[in-house]
């Protein structure tokens, strides 16, 4: 039903800059929300950023002032800015969605994951 599509990630230097995009195979109407988590070796999959339909953003402590999430309504993508990069950011970067309660299918879908690795 929902396709998730992610590119961008990659091997950057600490303090450098990356973004990530995921393309949605249908229109962000169908969202009550899309997002980003991380994923490190030996930890949890955590929250990093979240953006609403409406345009209203969440971020984790650890990225607040760094990362900025954004939303292309035309080409139904999200994305993820990353600046001022720290080795502990390197993870795999999953996006996901949440659909709105009238969309058929699961409430729920998530991209394949990206890999995010910064060098010190």
């Known amino acids: 039903q929902v396709q998730l599509v992610e590119s961008g990630g990659g091997l950057v230097q600490s303090g450098g800059f990356l973004r990530l995009s995921c393309a949605a195979s249908?229109?962000?109407?169908?969202?009550?929300?899309m997002g980003w988590y991380r994923q490190a070796p030996g930890k949890q999959r955590e929250l990093v950023a979240r953006?609403?339909?409406?345009?209203?953003?969440n971020y984790a402590d650890s990225v607040k002032d760094r990362f900025t999430i954004s939303l292309d309504n035309v080409k139904n993508t999200v994305y993820l800015q990353m600046s001022s990069l720290k080795p502990e950011d390197a993870a795999v970067y999953y996006c996901n969605v949440h659909t709105k309660p009238t969309m058929r299918g699961p409430p729920l879908y998530w991209g394949q994951g990206t890999q995010v690795t910064v060098s010190s």
């Open positions: 953006i609403t339909s409406g345009g209203s953003t």
């Open positions: 249908r229109s962000i109407l169908d969202f009550n929300d």
